[in-house]
């Protein structure tokens, strides 16, 4: 098949998948069994993609081109193809998963929640091989509105409230910021293509080029930066599949990965490097990340603290992109990958506490090790991938990071680095003690469940699973985030 | 002379002579069929002169043969080429919605009199498209203002008297200080073609005469255009006109005024004199911002959904006007083709709420809950109307949104820019609500089983939401046209 084949059917397989869960409402197993194989064989053919790609003649796909010069385009590049790559991969686990959790839970709407997946998945697959901020900038506004049938998925008012929350600051600020930014570019050098060191001649100047970079990385609300971070905690209201695809890895990579994409390609490394504006960023950015630590330390509410976690974590992307230097674009670009399995692992345990324990506090934990062994050991191994320690990826990503802070000479950095990595430890492993070690409490009255059902701890065994393998494994996903930053 | 001479004027003759025959005729069926008919074949002209234009330059065309300045000149350049394309394929799809809107809404012994109105409406406003001659453009506005009033009156709710009575004091109003300002320009030039007073305006443009008139005629313009503060008359006339009136007068009326704006200010009285010698620009683009901003809020509180569009399109009228006021010539290409855009979408959505009232009786929010699996197709084009509205690409209201913000940037007014992005961020939230409604709401317990709008209602929407998407892929024909006119009218002016 030839580039441009696979790139048509790389974006049309999710959206077939949308039509063929509506088709086969009528019967649940058949309507879920179109998604899992939908969501394999579009991991077949990113991979095909990958596989067959020539990084220095990637084929084009033109959908189409409503201004002269500025197309609706898909063109692979490494960093999109490895965001591409988790993002179908975790799709059909994450859907066994749902299958698992949306039954037990007794959900309403299993159809739209099914298609309105597909759907995003399709618009994460536009953002991820985007060939120029414009076409991004379609597909993640897409994304926005995709996922919002699942964040209010409920119903309820606190539902349609979140809901509200959730689109209004990622609409706002992508087309109040984003959208301001990528025209202006336009009016200054007539491209939004993503070119190889940025697209800024010497004419612009440095002012400009702060102005536009704040624009750019302030208007990525689905980045999660303080002070645009409320939607993901309001989002959290949604089913834990949603949680723990989308806004673990999904809506949220996709907001880094915008991040780093335009750092990388809109200005370049050597750009930023010289910005004024990439320092205060930088200082936003760690400021992000202890402040959701210190916060996530505070929850009780096992979800929230993973949102908060969440939100700390991609702080280390923009923070690896503001750098400055390649190093830290690959530990972002790392960051992307490692985080996604550590963190997926994470949200289907506490998924699975909630549906099989009834439990959503992390107060009321206490010895479900010994019920639930598989879910908690899972759970252990996120923790320690989320804290950055061996032998799981989080290690990997944070050690490109903390070199690419020591290559940059940025102090802060790494100071904010390794206080952060004190903090992550000291909100996960005080749950992974509570829950293997201490006696469960006396007044519990939900004490007589087992282990989660198995299509669940199918897919956190699997989850945990890479995020051990990516340890002794980075070779793969560390060839394209190395292929993003070498001259073409 | 062979048929094909006289294109520029059977774009006006076809409906202006169907419109008596209607009332001759006095039957509901027979008096439909021949509007249809007529405002098809003045679409079918539209389209011939249009190519006429872009192949062979402008045309000019002499009313019984009398030579300008002292007989009348139909004059069609591409500007007004382009914008008869827009009002007569609005009234051609239109027609085809009215047959069941209007049996519905009208009792049938008026009928044949609503279409005969309806008519001279759409004549009057293809003629100020073609006429080169500012007495004629007083002339055709009065007979569409006429017409509007009456087909305005019409409507189910008996607060249409008192809305069709607004419009008729304010139109009026403004019908006068045209006038006042064509005798003015009269009085220093001795005449009346607009390419005559082009040429001999800056000669005595220096005159306090020149300037009252001036003036007059844009407050005038501005009233019909519905520019804020002007547009005090607009919401109740949407709201309580017929729905086919409303989708008709909202995207073609305030549209023509637009084209009579461009037409005077930057043709006869010239950018320089218009933009840069009066401060025009200056206001022209307050008053744009000021509408996109207060109408748009006001929008977003509104529960009756009529009114709601209605002051949506008060603040659409505000970027044209913001376009023209930036004084580039990718804000006048902006300004120009949003008047096609805008008439695109907006039809597209009146019609679709027509739709809704043809089966539900009325349009309030409380009407959409649980609409979405109710009429889903008439939902989805409100939704994609909607997104074509606010802006979102691939719709034709994103082009002409980037090509306002790419004016407002050359210029380097970045805070206007940020309010144009506010004002697209209102319209989200206006359509949201909708959405939020028809999809996210649950259908009341009472309410009355609702089937989706007939055939007849849905091609007509369907047709306009996909030219909507069409143009926003493919912008060779609106955009191509829309600069190169104001190419010409930025020109001409220096």
Redesign the interface.
Known sequence: MSGTTLLSLILAVPLLAAIGVVLTRANPNLREGVSIGAGVILFALVATLTGNMDWHAPPTLVL????PGLA?ALTPEPLGVLFALIASFLWPITTIYALGYMRAHHEQNQTRFYTAFAVSIGATMGIALAGNM?TL??FY?ILSVATY?LV?HA?TDKA?QAGRIY?GLL??TS??FM??AM??T??LTGTLDFTHGGVFGEEVSEGVLSILLLLYVLGTGKAALMPFHRWLPAAMVAPTPVSALLHAVAVVKAGVFTVLKVSVYIFGTDTIARIAAADWLLVLAGFTILMASLIALRKDNLKARLAYSTISQLSYIVLGAMLGVAAGAIGGGMHIAMHAFGKITLFFCAGAIMVTAHKTKVSELNGIGRRMPWTMGAFAIGSISMIGAPPAAGFISKWYLLMGALDAQQLFAIAVIVISTVLNAAYFMPIVYAAFFKAPDDSDTHADHGEAVLPIRLALIATATLAVLVFFFPGAPLALVQQMVASP | MTLIDHLPVLAVIVPLLAAPLCVLIDRARPAWLIALAASWLSFGAAILLLLQVTQSGTISYHLGGWPPPWGIEYRIDLLSAYVLLIVTAIAAVVMVFAWHSVESEIPSERIARFYAALLLAFAGLAGITTTGDAFNVFVFLEISSLASYAIISMGRDRRALNAAFQYLMMGTIGATFILIGIGFLYMMTGTLNMQDLAALLPEVSDTRTVRAGFAFLTVGIGLKLALFPLHLWLPNAYAYAPSTVTAFLAATATKVAVYALLRVLLDVFGVEFSLQAMPLNLILMVLGLVGIVSASLVAVFQDDIKRMLAYSSVAQIGYMVLGIGLANTTGVTAAILHVFNHALMKGALFLALGAIAYRLGTATLRDFAGLGRRMPWTMAAIVIGGLSLIG???TAG??SK?YL??GT??QGL?PV??LV??G??LA?IYV?KLV?AA??KPAPANAPAVAEAPLSMLIPVWLLVGANVYF????DIS?GVASQAATQLMGAGG
């Not at chain 1, 189409?64 to 201004?67: D, H, N």
């Not at chain 2, 926003?472 to 912008?475: K, L």
């Open positions: 189409a081109e409503p201004v609706l414009f900038f379609v506004e049938p209010t119903g349609k689109l609409m706002s087309i109040g959208l301001f025209i202006w336009w009016q | 979102v690409p691939p994103f082009i980037w913000v790419l940037l050359e970045w820019t940020l992005l506010f697209s961020l989200l949201w939020e999809y996210f926003g892929i493919h912008t955009v």
